[in-house]
């Protein structure tokens, strides 16, 4: 079970890979709250109606069809699943029911033939959202790809590091469990001031925060990290046997090993 992290949209990115070339026929808006950016059900079957998908791109969690018309950005919040032809993205997400509710539909492209099929997102919390040329420039570098030099530029603060790396204007991408997987690999404790790390130990973090983000994508996943299963009470380090420590940072539950995250 997952969140949509970073990877899980990156899987959502390649399924949308299927509806490339393809013309939409038809926008499914039923549900305003989930259109953003005062855009409306009508507004948006103007704005795409007869359009071609040309692409898809992926900064951070936002994922982006291009089209001959308007760019088409999608959040997919917490609870947010991609639909491809019927085909979804992830099996199963975290905070999300189980249940598959039509009712729970927010937004759908139907396509004409000769292709045909259709792009649906299910959300059943309506966190996610719909948005037309969504404004690119308020995301930081995707952490993805990130160089080493512009994540020494992001985490250039005095917050806590772990809140630093998950700051979506800073440094896009990062979630809950990526970021603890990544500075349990780099041995660095989350609540650090960000600004405090040495030149090493930056290098060393970026090193282990794309690598962290290389390895769940192959693996099918941000809940597939090396420290996932021991984020419990009574957990244990997989490296060295310490009880695994639980707090608050950054607004967000965190686990670290204080043997060798410091």
């Given at each position: 079970m997952v969140v949509p992290e970073l990877v899980e949209i990156e899987a959502y990115r390649r399924l949308a890979d299927r509806v490339v070339g393809r013309t939409v026929s038809k926008v499914d808006a039923p549900d305003s709250w989930w259109i953003k950016d005062d855009n409306t059900p009508r507004s948006l079957q103007r704005a795409l109606k007869g359009v071609a998908i040309?692409?898809?791109?992926?900064?951070?969690?936002?994922?982006?069809?291009?089209?001959?018309?308007?760019t088409i950005?999608?959040?997919?919040?917490?609870?947010?699943?991609?639909?491809?032809?019927?085909?979804?993205?992830?099996?199963?997400?975290?905070?999300?029911?189980?249940?598959?509710?039509?009712?729970w539909d927010r937004f759908g492209l139907r396509f004409g033939s000769p292709e045909g099929g259709s792009l649906m997102v299910n959300d059943p919390r309506r966190l996610g959202g719909v948005m037309l040329n969504p404004d690119e420039s308020v995301l930081g570098p995707d952490a993805l790809t990130i160089t080493l030099a512009e994540f020494r530029r992001a985490i250039d603060s005095a917050a806590p590091i772990k809140a630093r790396l998950m700051d979506q204007a800073r440094l896009?991408?990062?979630?809950?469990?990526t970021a603890d997987e990544a500075l349990w690999r780099a041995g660095v404790d989350p609540r650090r001031a960000a600004r405090s790390l040495e030149k090493?130990?930056?290098?060393?973090?970026?090193k282990h925060m794309v690598k962290t983000l290389k390895d769940l994508d192959v693996r099918g996943g941000s809940h597939t990290g090396d420290v996932i299963e021991h984020r419990v009470a009574g957990g244990r380090c997989p490296n060295d046997g310490a009880e695994m420590i639980k707090a608050t940072v950054g607004g967000r539950t965190t686990w670290w090993c204080p043997q060798h995250q410091f």
């Open positions: 040309t692409g898809t791109r992926r900064i951070g969690k936002l994922l982006l069809l291009d089209t001959t018309g308007p950005g999608l959040r997919f919040g917490m609870t947010g699943r991609l639909a491809v032809d019927g085909t979804e993205g992830v099996d199963e997400l975290i905070y999300s029911s189980r249940r598959k509710d039509p009712a896009a991408g990062v979630g809950n469990l090493d130990e930056q290098k060393r973090l970026h």
